[in-house]
T-cell receptor, first 111, second 114 residues
Framework: AQSVSQHNHHVILSEAASLELGCNYS??????LFWYVQYPGQHLQLLLK??????LVKGIKGFEAEFIKSKFSFNLRKPSVQWSDTAEYFC?????????FGRGTSLIVHP | DTGVSQNPRHKITKRGQNVTFRCDPI?????LYWYRQTLGQGPEFLTY????????KSRLLSDRFSAERPKGSFSTLEIQRTEQGDSAMYLC????????????FGPGTRLLVL
């Protein structure tokens, strides 16, 4: 069965710090990869996705993620975080329309 | 707003009672998903529909759980003889198969079984 690991469960940063959240998955075949974000009091929404092509994917609000097939990884990055980035971040891997989510990373950004 | 809606938003019930949740997807979306999320975990897939057909069910979905999407529009998730372990957030998401697997999530129904 597919599994998704998010290594950082809680991250605390100051504004303007750089962010990298790790995501590794277990399946070796063709997958679709996603990062979702859940802001406080809001529902899950898509941050970015990778299906094929350029392994460096750009999403909303200055986020990007890089798919490294050899490492089964899809890490999320942002060069300079803002207080408004405080949220829960979920990595997800989709195989044949069945998504598997990681347990999430809680990010707190101090102003 | 034409996003995914879920009702009720909160449900408190006693162990052994039946509960039913409703999900209204984005109108043109033909795929509809149900997930369960517990504290500190990501969403866990339960089941999904392509139009009115239920195409996949997780092993997490015990016999006490049933989902329907009779006309390919809204869906219901029923839990019979609820147990305390059923306490969770139940999420619904929908997607169009024209844009592969970008799912749009609803706000969820939070269930507490006493």
């Amino acid at each position: 069965a597919q599994s998704v690991s998010q290594h950082n469960h809680h991250v605390i940063l100051s504004e303007a710090a750089s962010l990298e959240l790790g995501c590794n998955y277990s399946y070796g075949g063709t997958v679709n990869l996603f990062w979702y974000v859940q802001y406080p009091g809001q529902h899950l929404q898509l941050l970015l996705k990778y299906f094929s092509g350029d392994p460096l994917v750009k999403g909303i609000k200055g986020f990007e993620a890089e798919f490294i097939k050899s490492k089964f990884s899809f890490n999320l990055r942002k060069p300079s975080v803002q207080w408004s980035d405080t949220a829960e971040y979920f990595c997800a891997v989709d195989e044949s329309y069945i998504p598997t989510f990681g347990r999430g990373t809680s990010l707190i950004v101090h102003p | 707003d034409t996003g995914v809606s879920q009702n009720p938003r909160h449900k408190i019930t006693k162990r052994g009672q039946n509960v039913t949740f409703r999900c209204d997807p984005i109108s043109e979306h033909n795929r509809l998903y149900w997930y369960r999320q517990t504290l500190g975990q990501g969403p866990e897939f339960l089941t999904y529909f392509q139009n009115e057909a239920q195409l996949e069910k997780s092993r997490l979905l015990s016999d006490r759980f049933s989902a329907e999407r009779p006309k390919g529009s809204f869906s219901t998730l029923e839990i019979q003889r609820t147990e305390q372990g059923d306490s969770a957030m139940y999420l619904c998401a929908s997607s169009s198969d024209r844009v592969v697997e970008t799912q749009y999530f609803g706000p969820g129904t939070r269930l507490l079984v006493l």
